[in-house]
T-cell receptor, first 114, second 116 residues
Framework: KAGVTQTPRYLIKTRGQQVTLSCSPI?????VSWYQQTPGQGLQFLFE???????NKGNFPGRFSGRQFSNSRSEMNVSTLELGDSALYLC?????????????FGPGTRLTVL | AQSVTQLGSHVSVSEGALVLLRCNYS??????LFWYVQYPNQGLQLLLK??????LVKGINGFEAEFKKSETSFHLTKPSAHMSDAAEYFC??????????????FGKGTLLTVNP
């Protein structure tokens, strides 16, 4: 099976702009989670979607939003970018059912905000 | 709330030496525990996981970890380090109950350096 794919891999934006990142999960997986990775804060959970519904949410401001489509692909949007949003954004997919559930990660999108 | 502590942000070993990366967790319910590895400019790759049953878990690339409930630990070991093991390693926990099953809490990571 193909793994989790994320596009684009690299992105450069300026403060105040908005950005959309895309994630395609492993075939058959219905859950997609997003994480932000920075040197200072490490890996932090943003949110998780299952069957087009947000099921879990981390402690991030409302500028961070996401959605999931009927084919389980997910997008993450960040509006009004700030310098501190520069990070590696990782997407992970899982079946979304059963306990335990194992998450498989994509290569990430590296966002640089200037 | 669950949390993960990885002791040592940087561990350096010689090629062929034992690798020991430490992880302690706190969780209000029986946890599920994971070790992931991240190579430069890449995402996270699952090394191994503990769910239930046998407390000694074997993973890929010769790594293993032992779940010790009494010590709330899940340390990662490899008997003999290889140059290709140089990477950053992350311990993670999920509480395994209901919705929290789908959220991972990560440690800060341990950067492993392997010297020739």
């Amino acid at each position: 099976k193909a793994g989790v794919t994320q596009t684009p891999r690299y992105l450069i934006k300026t403060r105040g702009q908005q950005v959309t990142l895309s994630c395609s999960p492993i075939s058959g997986h219905r859950s997609v989670s997003w994480y932000q990775q920075t040197p200072g804060q490490g890996l932090q959970f943003l949110f998780e979607y299952f069957s087009e519904t947000q099921r879990n949410k981390g402690n991030f401001p409302g500028r961070f939003s996401g959605r999931q489509f009927s084919n389980s692909r997910s997008e993450m949007n960040v509006s009004t970018l700030e310098l501190g949003d520069s990070a590696l954004y990782l997407c992970a997919s899982s079946t979304g059912q059963g306990i335990p559930d194992t998450q498989y990660f994509g290569p990430g999108t590296r966002l640089t905000v200037l | 709330a669950q949390s993960v502590t990885q002791l040592g942000s940087h561990v350096s070993v010689s090629e062929g030496a034992l690798v020991l990366l430490r992880c302690n967790y706190s969780s209000s319910v029986p946890p599920y525990l994971f070790w992931y590895v991240q190579y430069p400019n890449q995402g996270l790759q699952l090394l191994l996981k503990y769910t239930t049953g046998a407390t000694l878990v074997k993973g890929i690339n010769g790594f293993e970890a032992e779940f010790k409930k009494s010590e709330t630990s899940f340390h990662l070991t490899k008997p003999s380090a290889h140059m290709s093991d140089a990477a950053e390693y992350f311990c993670a926990v999920s509480e395994g109950s209901g919705g929290s099953n789908y959220k991972l809490t990560f440690g800060k990571g341990t950067l492993l350096t392997v010297n020739p």
